[in-house]
């Protein structure tokens, strides 16, 4: 298995503003992933973190809102960009250890409230 | 696209008696299909995974089972314990790495 630490927690922004949340990983980790889950609703795949390029936006999702690095293979960050009150959800960070392994492990998730 | 229809309402029962959770798909079959718990304020935790080529899966008091037919899975739990009580997710395979995840169903065991 994996730890997963995700940083803020949570958080308690303004309007327009960014918020960066960070994942780490204990040990290299072949693919990373970030989730949006909104209250009472299941995760939502937001892209995944690719190390060294670009990542991987699914439908709905773009660079410009939701920038996201990986400069290692076991950190990863996602910024929330000019946010608005929709963007309030739990955003969190999951991994796949090994490339033949089918099984995500997840962090703890960082708690995003935008008044 | 894929779906997954996960009962909504919560399912209480008492300490002791087995849970039943379902979770129903759309259209193709995935490759294998994955069970989650989730407790308040915390990220899923993985319980269980099954393969297309299974039809049923075990782990202590957990068992799975899927049915490519009916496109169905359903997860139990015997012997419940309020411990159990938590939100469980069933996940999709949709090619490659690729996850869905239902909306999840609430459990809540009554000591």
């Known amino acids: 298995s994996a730890v997963i630490s995700q940083k803020p927690s949570r958080d308690i922004c303004q309007r327009g503003t960014s918020l960066t949340i960070q994942c780490q990983v204990d040990?290299?980790?072949?693919?990373m992933f970030w989730y949006r889950q909104q209250p009472g609703q299941s995760l939502t795949l937001i892209a995944t973190?690719?190390?060294?390029?670009?990542?991987?936006?699914e439908s709905g999702f773009v660079i410009d809102k939701f920038p996201i690095s990986r400069p290692n293979l076991t950190f990863s960050t996602l910024t929330v960009s000019n946010m608005s009150p929709e963007d309030s959800s739990i955003y969190l960070c999951?991994?796949?250890?090994?490339?033949?392994?089918?099984?995500?492990?997840f962090g703890p998730g960082t708690r995003l409230t935008v008044l | 696209s894929q779906k997954i229809e996960q009962n909504s309402e919560a399912l209480n029962i008492q300490e002791g008696k087995t849970a039943t959770l379902t979770c129903n798909y759309t259209?193709?079959?995935?490759?294998?299909l994955q069970w989650y718990r989730q407790d308040p304020g915390r990220g899923p935790v993985f319980l269980l995974l099954?393969?297309?080529?299974?039809k049923e899966k075990r782990k202590e008091r957990l068992k799975v089972t899927f049915d490519t037919t009916l496109k169905q899975s359903l997860f139990h739990i015997t012997a419940s314990q309020p411990a159990d009580s938590a939100t469980y997710l069933c996940?999709?395979?949709?090619?490659?790495?690729?996850?869905?995840f239902g909306a999840g169903t609430r459990l809540f065991v009554k000591a």
């Open positions: 040990s290299q980790v072949t693919m």
């Open positions: 996940a999709l395979n949709t090619g490659g790495f690729k996850t869905i």
């Open positions: 259209n193709y079959s995935p490759a294998y």
């Open positions: 099954i393969r297309e080529n299974e």
């Open positions: 999951s991994v796949v250890i090994r490339e033949w392994a089918d099984t995500q492990y």
């Open positions: 973190a690719n190390q060294g390029s670009e990542a991987t936006y």
